[in-house]
């Protein structure tokens, strides 16, 4: 496989990262001052956790469709509608910060909007990726454009609280929407093999044919199946370890000292950090294979992070080995459906990856609030690393087995 450095000399993914990578600060920008506004706004940690629920529900209902509209019109002018209209969202809500309007109505819509217009645009980024890189290299751009916004999330918080702290937290908006403008300058200069132009019109007939031909395609490619289903099935458990579970950790660590959740997260974002770079190097094509490596060290990590209320030195080592399965999940899924998924049908299959996930982390957020997040800590860490290593070592199974027919018939 080529050096990464040859992608740097490609000027199309260099624009999509550079595209990426303002975007990403943008979002960093948006996420901070929206949350502290509404904590000084609300005291309220109800309505904070509220606020992730717009975005899902966008995307369960959009996800579907904005596949098939990536498959079929140009990625580079769905992106730029994209940003464009995240814009003017973001516009909006600096100006009901500047006003001093606390309505929290008001911020689960931009929410919504914002989710919207998310669901189009990651679709189209994915087709966007396969159309401007040689396929020997998607798996290292994939894991660059990772690296890039895991680097962000980690460096970005304290950038951000710097300038939070001399100008007042509405500017923060502002500055979003001037991110995202420079984002769409590049993504406007882009030139991709697919041409740039809307179909007239598409009817409802036709966005049910084109969405029942990727389900078709997925039911046929078992290999991809099988690293859409391993690829988000942990989430079914992930996200309440890591929403719940990691606060309750740093409370019972340091009775409530907010410090301590920081650095867990910290050290998580390390881990991530570690897994994107190792992901730049890897040439492998065993996708399946790697997301269960991948899930395995989030086994290993809640199984440390089980035995961490005892021992700090503990819990930040679990949350960084957890970090570094992250990376190995992702960034495989992502370039298993733009390698193994027909032309026409990478951004409904993308699209339905994002549905699967979002179900599995709705789902597992619904059992947190009514179930395991009632659980003592240590056993919901527990259960969640048993739960990954019996849904890894079972994918192993499934694995080896396919790789033995594949051996078998190749032979024959």
């Not at 460096?155 to 908006?173: C, D, E, K, Q």
């Not at 050290?267 to 399946?288: A, E, V």
Request: charged share 10%; with cysteine.
């Amino acid at each position: 496989m080529d050096s990464p450095s040859s992608l740097w000399k490609n000027g199309s993914f260099l624009k999509l990262w550079l595209a990426q990578l303002m975007a990403n600060i943008g979002d960093q920008c948006y996420s901070f001052a929206l949350l502290w506004y509404l904590l000084q706004a609300t005291k309220s940690g109800t309505v904070l956790s509220l606020l992730a629920i717009p975005e899902m529900v966008a995307g369960l209902l959009f996800f579907l469709i904005s596949g098939v509209l990536a498959d079929r019109y140009s990625p580079r002018l769905l992106m730029v509608v994209a940003i464009l209209s995240r814009i003017a969202v973001v516009i909006v809500v600096g100006f009901l910060t500047v006003m001093g309007i606390e309505q929290f109505s008001y911020f689960l819509i931009a929410q919504f909007g914002l989710g919207l217009f998310s669901s189009l645009f990651q679709p189209a980024r994915t087709v966007a990726i396969k159309s401007a890189v040689p396929v020997d290299q998607l798996g290292q751009a994939n894991a660059i454009l990772d690296t890039t916004m895991r680097t962000v999330r980690i460096i970005a918080p304290m950038t951000i609280g710097l300038v939070a702290s001399f100008l007042p937290l509405s500017t923060l908006f502002f500055i979003n929407a001037g991110s995202y403008l420079i984002s769409v300058f590049f993504l406007h200069a882009l030139r991709l093999s697919k041409t740039d132009h809307f179909p007239v019109k598409m009817t409802p007939r036709q966005y049910i044919r084109d969405i029942t031909s990727g389900v078709q395609e997925l039911k046929r490619n078992r290999t991809l199946l099988l690293v859409l289903l391993f690829g988000n099935m942990g989430f079914l458990i992930w996200q309440v370890t890591y929403t719940v579970g990691y606060p309750f950790l740093a409370e019972r660590m340091q009775q409530g000292n907010g410090s301590i959740l920081a650095i867990l997260f910290g050290f998580y974002g390390i881990g991530n950090l570690l897994g994107s770079l190792y992901m730049t190097r890897t040439s492998s094509t065993r996708y399946l294979f790697l997301i269960l490596i991948g899930w395995s060290f989030q086994a290993c990590g809640s199984f440390l992070l089980m035995m961490g209320g005892s021992a700090s030195w503990t819990a930040f080592l679990g949350a960084a080995v957890s970090g570094i399965g992250g990376p190995l999940i992702g960034i495989p899924t992502v370039t298993a459906i733009q390698m193994k998924a027909s032309s026409n049908s990478t951004g409904k299959i993308f699209a339905i990856n994002l549905l699967v996930l979002t179900f599995f982390s709705t789902l597992s957020s619904s059992l947190g609030a009514i179930w395991l997040g009632k659980w003592p800590v240590e056993q919901l860490f527990l259960v969640s690393g048993l739960f990954l290593a019996v849904m890894s070592f079972t994918g192993f199974l499934i694995e080896k087995r396919a790789l033995t027919k594949q051996h078998q018939s190749s032979s024959a």
